[in-house]
């Protein structure tokens, strides 16, 4: 008779809640207030002088403010701490002062909740069409009427539709968020069997403590931190400290979830072209292939030769996914190339994020200095130097491992989507991933051109 095998208790996961005073301040009143404050105090500084400072974006410290540091960090924020930007992001902060002070909290449109993110998809792709048509990086003017634009659909929004309806359906950095988030290194879930048995529901429906998540989410029914900003509302409501803040291995999420979706990996995939995109229009080859395209076009007008580029751009990781998938679903048992195409998109993430701080990683330490020389501009104090903290080569190694990294976890999460599955079985997906992965590394290794001098 055999022996029936002792099932080990699963480990209990780190919780940081566990720690007294980081539960009481998070379920303090200051929390995320106190980041949120001060997010709002240093916007209005940095659009003011965005809007009425210099228009040389080298000494404008908006500029530096927003391209040179808050743009590199925020990928990185992503990682490290989830969507916990979404949570201090002056954007929704205005949000919800508007929506308590003349809010009509009207539901959200059916329309939204159904192509919410296939329009988040569409604006991240307008914007960055329109930084390089208009040079909206390159414009203090430029980046100050983008910021009061979005400033205005988010003050629109919040007068008629209930909770943070512009950050869930609108907003382009939330989808960027979104998807990093998914390899991040923090989490927020319940305890299920607590959850379960909850008759207040106050997580998601608010309580006299704090308002209902402004994110639209169920703590019980979460798989992902997708849409999770860690602001802490939920942790304020629930009665039964279910919840728990957990740090995780990076990337796990991506094999987990349970009901992935169409817009979400191909979100994914445009990221790396829009990534290609970024690098390339830095180095010397931009030109060349800018001539070549107008060879074809028999013009030399910017705008038609850099949208060709760019919807090609699009168009190649978008289509290189879509073969993989096809090919796959002839070596994956019982698989189609939509359903492959939704669920290996996600094995994108990692070599996207690699892609994203590597480009960013490269501004962020050879124009920190510009940010120190702006800063003591706005004092009349005039200074001028080298802007790097690092050496490019130095920048160049850093982003290699970056590459290597992300290369490897792509390729690590094609295998646990594939569920383990042998080579012989997902080799168009391992294939794609190091494609992209030589892609990228050869990118870096090219010389690239500063946004700031």
Known sequence: MAIPEKKLPSKKP???????????????????????????????????????G??????????????????????????LVGRFWCAVCPFGKISDIVRRLVGNESPMPKFLKKYGIWLIDATFIIITWADHIFGVVHSPRGSGILLLLLLTMV???????????????????????????RAG?????????????????????????????????????????????ICGDCVKNCPNDSIRISPRKPTMELWGIKKPMLEQSFLAAVIMGIVLVQNVTMLEVWDHILNGIGVVTRTSNFTINFTIAFIIAMIIPI????????????????????????????????????????????HLLTETKALYY????????????????????????????????????????????GEKKSMKQLWPFYLLMIIFGIVNFYLFSLPMDHRVH
Request: charged share 15%; glycine share 8%.
């Open 155 to 181: 003050v629109i929004t919040s007068v008629f539709y209930e909770r943070r309806t512009f950050c869930k359906s609108l907003c382009f950095l939330g989808g960027l968020a979104g998807n990093y988030s």
């Open 54 to 79: 210099t228009v040389n974006p080298h000494r404008n410290w908006g500029t530096a403010m927003t391209w040179v540091l808050w743009w590199p960090v925020v990928p990185i924020l992503f990682v």
């Open 14 to 52: 780190f919780n940081f809640l566990d720690i007294s005073f980081v539960k009481t301040f998070i379920k303090s009143k200051w929390y995320p207030g106190i980041f949120q404050w001060t997010a709002m105090i240093v916007f209005a500084v940095i659009v003011f002088e965005l809007m009425t």
């Open 319 to 362: 289509g290189m996914l879509w073969y993989a998938s096809k090919l796959g679903s002839k070596t994956y048992v019982d698989t189609t190339t939509k359903q492959n195409f939704i669920r290996f998109g996600y094995a994108y993430i990692p070599i996207d994020l690699a892609g994203h701080l590597g480009h960013n990683l490269f």
């Open 374 to 417: 702006n800063t003591m501009g706005l004092f009349g104090v005039y200074m001028s130097g080298d802007l790097a903290i690092v050496s490019d080569e130095t920048v160049r190694v850093l982003q290699f491992v970056l590459v290597i990294l992300g290369t490897w976890a792509s390729m690590y999460a094609v295998y646990r989507i």
């Open 185 to 229: 290194m923090i989490e927020l879930r319940g305890n299920l069997d607590i959850c379960r048995t909850c008759k207040t529901q106050s997580c998601y429906k608010g309580s006299e403590k704090a308002e209902g998540c402004n994110m639209f989410q169920f703590v019980r029914s979460m798989d992902n931190s997708a849409e999770c900003n």
